[in-house]
């Protein structure tokens, strides 16, 4: 008779058992059931004397994008090294945990109040931010913090946690490497940013952005030759929401593709019934220069309304093309190549113009309103303008003055060679049906030039 090649099976304790249910497998810390039970036991041993106690938690930024690229074994080896730091840099007493993904989370007896809190969060701050040594190379990481003391931002574990969420939530929201301690104020601000980005996609599905036009005019006769495109959002509740902030809400929240794409539909729908030779001006997002697919996508809805490409400007800014260079000038060069003119908004206000300049292939530069806004009472201001203007003759590129508010800028900028302006100075924004009213007001033999 053979005997059984299997292997016996050891049992295991019961306090095995346990260990392994509160323990995280990769790291070796405690997980989220351990800092339960830690938390429960700080607020008993303080129930009759509720002395403050905090709780954190630290996410690390960008951390699937390396993940992606260097793969997963790679992440846990970076997981495991931040896991190693902080259980070498936390107080006595206190507790370090993860949680799932790139989550890690903190209990501390002994920090009592915002600013100790605050100044705790710097401190692993600075411990996550070393480099990571991963063999061949060399990987650098920021965390954004949220931090809660108990009892103010709640008295159960998942209020307490909540609360954290929430502060963390808000560190997310305002960059990399932030740390916010939970208040009420928080609390709401964060109540007020959901409610908001709520209603956005409501206003989105149900097509409630509408566009707005500003006229860009030639400086030489103040003739009208191309309008901008500009989102406006009037919800019925929230009233007239700036796009300064729901623009970048969309793009954090990663819908921008879905606004950008009805409002280029819509502006495009509106120029068909402008002359001809007008162009329409369109600003596109750092996040779309990031995107593959963005070139396809416009020139998708450029055919759906039946508008010429070689009557599209799309603006957009140094910064967003800093942050996928090499995406972003394939995105340029099929639009270009599709007959679309890219226009770089806000020059002079970026940290290396002339090296993009260099690098990417503009038809237009728009000068920032920073510079014009100064011209007749800032000599330094005036020299800047003068120095792009030459700049831009030399390399055949246009100019546009952006923010012209009298007829005093105007005048300067003319005598300066500026071709083109724009500016309240000529025309504010104004929906399609009033943009039809100025034209037939100021623009020459329109009746004759409008498009069928």
Same mark, same amino acid.
């Given at each position: 008779?053979?005997?059984?090649?299997?292997?016996?099976?050891?049992?295991?304790?019961?306090?095995?058992?346990?260990?392994?249910?509160?323990?995280?497998?990769?790291?070796?810390?405690?997980?989220?059931?351990?800092?339960?039970?830690?938390? &429960?036991?700080?607020?008993?041993?303080?129930?009759?004397?509720?002395?403050?106690?905090?709780?954190?938690?630290?996410?690390?930024?960008?951390?699937?994008?390396?993940?992606?690229?260097?793969?997963?074994?790679?992440?846990?080896?970076? !997981?495991?090294?931040?896991?190693?730091?902080?259980?070498?840099?936390? +107080?006595?007493?206190?507790?370090?945990?993860?949680?799932?993904?790139?989550?890690?989370?903190?209990?501390?007896?002994?920090?009592?109040?915002?600013?100790?809190?605050?100044?705790?969060?710097?401190?692993?701050?600075?411990?996550?931010?070393?480099?990571?040594?991963?063999?061949?190379?060399?990987?650098?990481?920021?965390?954004?913090?949220?931090?809660?003391?108990? +009892?103010?931002?709640?008295?159960?574990?998942?209020?307490?946690?909540?609360?954290?969420?929430?502060?963390?939530?808000?560190?997310?929201?305002?960059?990399?490497?932030?740390?916010?301690?939970?208040?009420?104020?928080?609390?709401?601000?964060?109540?007020?940013?959901?409610?908001?980005?709520?209603?956005?996609?409501?206003?989105?599905?149900?097509?409630?952005?509408?566009?707005?036009?500003?006229?860009?005019?030639?400086?030489?006769?103040?003739?009208?030759?191309?309008?901008? &495109?500009?989102? $406006?959002?009037?919800?019925?509740?929230l009233g007239f929401v700036s796009p300064g902030v729901f623009v970048p809400l969309a793009e954090e929240r990663g819908f921008i593709d879905a606004l950008s794409? &009805? !409002?280029?539909?819509?502006?495009?729908? &509106?120029?068909l019934s402008w002359p001809r030779e007008l162009f329409l001006s369109f600003n596109l997002s750092s996040a779309q220069l990031m995107d593959p697919g963005t070139?396809?996508?416009?020139?998708?809805?450029?055919?759906?309304?039946?508008?010429?490409?070689?009557?599209?400007?799309?603006?957009?800014?140094?910064?967003?093309?800093?942050?996928?260079?090499?995406?972003?000038? $394939?995105?340029?060069?099929?639009?270009?190549?599709?007959?679309?003119?890219?226009?770089?908004?806000?020059?002079?206000?970026?940290?290396?113009?002339?090296?993009?300049?260099?690098?990417?292939?503009f038809d237009k530069i728009k000068i920032d309103r920073a510079f014009v806004s100064r011209i007749n009472s800032d000599r330094a201001s005036e020299h800047i303008?003068?120095?792009?203007?030459?700049?831009?003759?030399? !390399?055949?590129?246009?100019?546009?003055?952006?923010?012209?508010?009298?007829?005093?800028?105007?005048?300067?900028?003319?005598?300066?060679?500026?071709?083109?302006?724009?500016?309240?100075?000529?025309?504010? +924004?104004?929906?399609?049906?009033?943009?039809?009213?100025?034209?037939?007001?100021?623009?020459?033999?329109?009746?004759?030039?409008?498009?069928?």
């Amino acid at each position: 008779m053979m005997m059984s090649a299997e292997m016996p099976l050891v049992p295991v304790s019961q306090n095995e058992l346990q260990t392994m249910a509160y323990t995280d497998p990769l790291t070796g810390l405690g997980n989220r059931y351990r800092m339960r039970d830690r938390i &429960a036991q700080i607020a008993e041993e303080r129930a009759s004397d509720p002395a403050p106690f905090t709780i954190g938690i630290a996410n690390l930024d960008s951390f699937k994008p390396i993940n992606d690229l260097f793969g997963s074994s790679a992440g846990d080896e970076i !997981l495991c090294q931040v896991a190693h730091r902080l259980k070498a840099c936390i +107080p006595d007493g206190a507790l370090v945990t993860r949680h799932d993904g790139d989550e890690f989370a903190f209990v501390l007896p002994l920090v009592f109040e915002r600013a100790s809190a605050e100044k705790f969060g710097q401190m692993i701050r600075e411990v996550l931010s070393a480099p990571y040594d991963l063999g061949d190379r060399n990987v650098r990481l920021s965390a954004s913090f949220g931090l809660s003391i108990y +009892p103010f931002a709640g008295e159960e574990f998942e209020e307490l946690l909540k609360s954290a969420e929430t502060a963390l939530y808000r560190s997310k929201r305002r960059g990399r490497g932030q740390i916010t301690v939970y208040s009420r104020e928080i609390a709401q601000e964060m109540k007020r940013a959901t409610q908001l980005e709520q209603a956005l996609r409501n206003a989105i599905i149900s097509d409630a952005i509408e566009v707005h036009f500003q006229p860009i005019v030639a400086l030489a006769n103040s003739q009208v030759v191309g309008f901008e &495109a500009l989102a $406006r959002w009037n919800d019925p509740d929230l009233g007239f929401v700036s796009p300064g902030v729901f623009v970048p809400l969309a793009e954090e929240r990663g819908f921008i593709d879905a606004l950008s794409e &009805a !409002l280029l539909r819509k502006a495009a729908e &509106a120029a068909l019934s402008w002359p001809r030779e007008l162009f329409l001006s369109f600003n596109l997002s750092s996040a779309q220069l990031m995107d593959p697919g963005t070139s396809s996508s416009v020139l998708s809805i450029l055919g759906r309304v039946g508008f010429d490409p070689h009557r599209l400007e799309l603006e957009i800014t140094e910064t967003a093309v800093m942050g996928s260079a090499d995406t972003a000038n $394939r995105i340029i060069a099929d639009l270009r190549q599709a007959g679309v003119r890219i226009a770089l908004d806000d020059f002079g206000t970026g940290q290396s113009s002339l090296g993009r300049l260099r690098d990417f292939m503009f038809d237009k530069i728009k000068i920032d309103r920073a510079f014009v806004s100064r011209i007749n009472s800032d000599r330094a201001s005036e020299h800047i303008i003068k120095a792009i203007l030459t700049m831009c003759e030399g !390399l055949d590129l246009e100019v546009v003055a952006e923010g012209i508010e009298d007829y005093s800028e105007a005048v300067k900028l003319r005598s300066l060679g500026c071709g083109m302006g724009q500016g309240y100075h000529f025309g504010k +924004p104004a929906d399609g049906i009033a943009t039809l009213r100025f034209l037939h007001e100021n623009y020459y033999d329109t009746s004759d030039r409008v498009s069928a």
